[in-house]
């Protein structure tokens, strides 16, 4: 047995509340954020009819990747996620390399998402989008979701239960409405011509960004009951629902909406179409469950990395500090608040969306190398260990690698840029443990 696994179970100090569910819901909330409510329309633009069977192939693209995240996630009893599977596998500075790419992925992506929830506010209460008015609303969701996270790990569960019964409520209506009311008409017949591969590969790299965020589920598993066997159970699981939801979801716009690939509000359209204006009203609630359940999940998870980094002595022991009361890392969970509201006070954060997928994908390039160095010292114990060799692990690479020559080398030099930040403060983070 590797020497992270005895120690990880000694220094941590959360306590173990999450069950099978709690997984569940932190995997289904990473992947469905803001952007299903606005893909639908790319996705008929760039492929049409066949658009449907994007949504497969993205999730067979992402499948290798997640089967080795569940193979990971069954290893490790200890907060961290991919910082584990980096310092263990190739050393502390990969390993903090990951956990920083990581989390300044979830905290644009968090800033991105409030911003979104900001406009939405406004849609109901124009002044909430303007000038003052637009600080104070973004300020009130960061302090909120701060407070949530700060009082507790069950606190953010239910409260992360609640909105997403009412999203997935929502997004349930619309497909159900849809066969009933529109029959047999929502089964494409595939009679068009087939797209370009060009334009096939392009609505593959647009449909990706519904299939990233699942990597958020095994950061706490310091606070799952049985990690062993509720991270494999809920990644797969959560993956299946969801993509059967997309699928779903677009079969039903494009038959509501003939010129779908024209709106710029494709699933708000399709539910005025098929409800009238109230089916407009209940879209916009599901928007706004959707991002808070998705916000609640990126906090509760990134301010795990930043626990587990200072555990680890690659941060300052401050990110570590467990509050005395309600027994979460209140600390990091403040940082975070402070920094998510400066950053979505500057900006849209569209220039850097692409960026946080890239720093993504290296994530997963680390994490399924990590296998073929982990698993000959964690066989055994109940744990869940692939078929076929290293083959899935390979797989998830390669799909990776393909997903990255579609980026821009602008997100490239984005990454790198902060790449040699994080390698900075890890320097800094080492000098002192030698001071």
């Known amino acids: 047995m590797l020497q992270g696994t005895t120690t990880e179970d000694k220094n941590e100090k959360l306590p173990r509340l999450l069950g099978f569910w709690g997984i569940w819901m932190l995997v289904v909330n990473g992947l469905i954020g803001a952007g299903i409510f606005g893909l639908p329309s790319g996705a008929a633009a760039l492929a049409g009819e066949y658009s449907i069977l994007i949504y497969g192939f993205c999730a067979l693209l992402m499948l290798p990747v997640i089967l080795c995240f569940a193979e990971l996630g069954s290893y490790f009893r200890g907060t961290g996620g991919p910082i584990r599977y980096g310092t263990l596998a190739f050393g502390p500075f990969i390993g903090f390399q990951g956990g920083w790419l990581y989390y300044l992925a979830r905290l644009i992506s968090f800033s991105a998402n409030t911003v979104l929830l900001t406009d939405s506010i406004a849609y109901f209460l124009p002044a909430a989008g303007e000038s003052t008015g637009r600080l104070i609303s973004l300020a009130v969701i960061c302090l909120g979701l701060s407070l949530i996270n700060v009082l507790g790990s069950l606190e953010s569960i239910r409260s992360m239960t609640l909105f ?8 349930i209506l619309l497909p159900l409405g849809g066969f009933i009311i529109l029959g047999a008409d929502v089964i494409p017949t595939f ?7 060009s334009a096939l590969g392009s609505a593959t790299l647009l449909l990706i960004y519904a299939f990233v965020g699942f990597e958020g589920a095994v950061v706490p598993a310091g606070e799952a009951k049985r990690p062993e066997r509720d991270m494999p159970l809920g990644l797969l699981f959560g993956l299946a629902v969801v993509t059967v939801l997309y699928m779903l979801i677009q079969l039903v716009s494009q038959a509501a909406i003939p010129d779908l690939a024209a709106t710029k509000t494709p699933l708000l359209d399709a539910s005025a179409a098929l409800f009238g204006s109230s089916g407009a009203v209940i879209l916009m609630i599901g928007v706004a469950a959707s991002v808070v ?4 999940g990126s ?4 301010t795990r990395v930043t626990y587990a980094l200072s555990l680890d002595h690659s941060l300052p022991s401050w990110f570590g500090k467990v509050h005395s009361k309600f027994l979460t890392p209140a600390n990091s969970v403040v940082f975070f608040g ?8 500057f900006g849209t954060f569209t220039v850097l969306a692409a960026m946080t997928v890239l720093s993504r994908l290296f994530l997963y390039i680390m994490s399924c ?3 073929p160095r982990l698993r000959p010292s964690f066989r055994g114990g109940g744990r869940f260990i692939l078929r076929g060799g290293y083959l899935v692990p390979i797989l998830g690479i390669l ?12 997100s490239i030099w984005m990454t790198g840029i902060f790449i040699a930040i994080g390698t900075g403060l890890y320097w800094l983070g080492r000098k002192q443990i030698k001071s």
């Open 164 to 171: 997403t019964l009412i999203k997935f409520a929502v997004l």
């Open 191 to 197: 009679d068009s011509a087939m797209p370009s591969s």
């Open 338 to 345: 402070i920094s998510a509201f400066l950053l979505s006070a």
């Open 369 to 371: 190398s990590a296998i």
């Open 399 to 410: 799909a990776c690698l393909w997903l990255m020559l579609q980026v821009s080398a602008q």
């Open 299 to 302: 906090m509760f998870s990134a």
């Open 293 to 296: 359940a998705n916000l609640i």
